[in-house]
């Protein structure tokens, strides 16, 4: 039987019982598809973090490299900065393994609460630059506490990087009925980086006459996917601006809880990343009450890359009729729990 090997890190807060809700319905879901998954729990979290003073222990990104996919949770604790837990697990991930193409599908799912009038013709699919842009990690702090002190975030924009992202871009752009890729930049102000940054898209569009495209400012973006979402497909932008403007997606479709992202390394010479974009939620850990369906469609998206599309598109199915009948946690206004809505899957599938 066809077998899959699947690093599991739930890692910090909520991502603890999402991935355990997405690691049951997975588990159902072979069993009924023919294949077969086999999870391996890794306790790469914040609490390590605290009792070793590492995240990722010596040697553990070669032995992460030998999964097929990694199902990842959240990262981030009250009890630790934020920039120390990020480049201490998940950047580290990312960038590491190349996994340069995150990919951010937003769309209303069933029965879902529109925050807009035009809600339902949210279709979109945000496709993030993931290894360097304003995430590159290069910059420095010097004279530290002095009235001199100072700090430089140095954004980088490289040929191959720019010219890899947007060619993904294309590719993905082209297999959507519209065909259409939307240019997210700020050449405007920023005019080095993201001034290269559109010149290689057009470079780039000259391989792809079937695919239509315009250039957004990121300012003008958050206005045009709230005024005029039907006007937008698929949609190409720097690590920060998509971070941002992915957000916006998810709460215009409906909540942060159910917005699910890849990241990619499309040669596929490492494994690829599979987690929802929510985050650990703090303030709702512990209590059971999570949205496990960021989970479960990330789940989709994994299963999509493993090559399992038939297995996808039934969870895909399965978390439609579960958002149809309104089983819904309290973030989409629903009275239901974690554990509700990932029976509610299950018996769908
Ligand atoms: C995301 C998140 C992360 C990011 C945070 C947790 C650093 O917001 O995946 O969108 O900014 O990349
Ligand atoms: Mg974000």
Redesign the pocket.
Known sequence: MKTYRIAAIPGDGIGKEVIAAGIDVLKLLCEKEGFKLEFTAFDWSSERYLETGEYIPEGGLAQLKAFDAIFFG???SPRVP?HL??WGL??PICQGFDQYA?V?PSRLLPGIEPKLKDANEIDWVIV?ENTEGE?SGSGGRVHRGLPEEVAVEVSTFTRNGVARIHRFAFELARTRPRKHLTLVTKSNAQRHGMVLWDEIFYEVAKQYPDVQTDRVLVDAMTTRMVLKPASLDTIVAS??H??IL??LAAALSGSLGIAP?ANLNPERSFPSMF?P?H?SAFDITGKGIANPIAAFWTASMMLEHLGEARAAARLMRAIERTTAERVFTPDLGGVHDTRAVTNAVKRAL
Do not use: C
């Open positions: 959240a990262v981030g934020d837990s990020l998940r950047l995150n951010r993030r995430y690590n920060l998509a971070d992915s957000d992202t987690e974009i985050g």
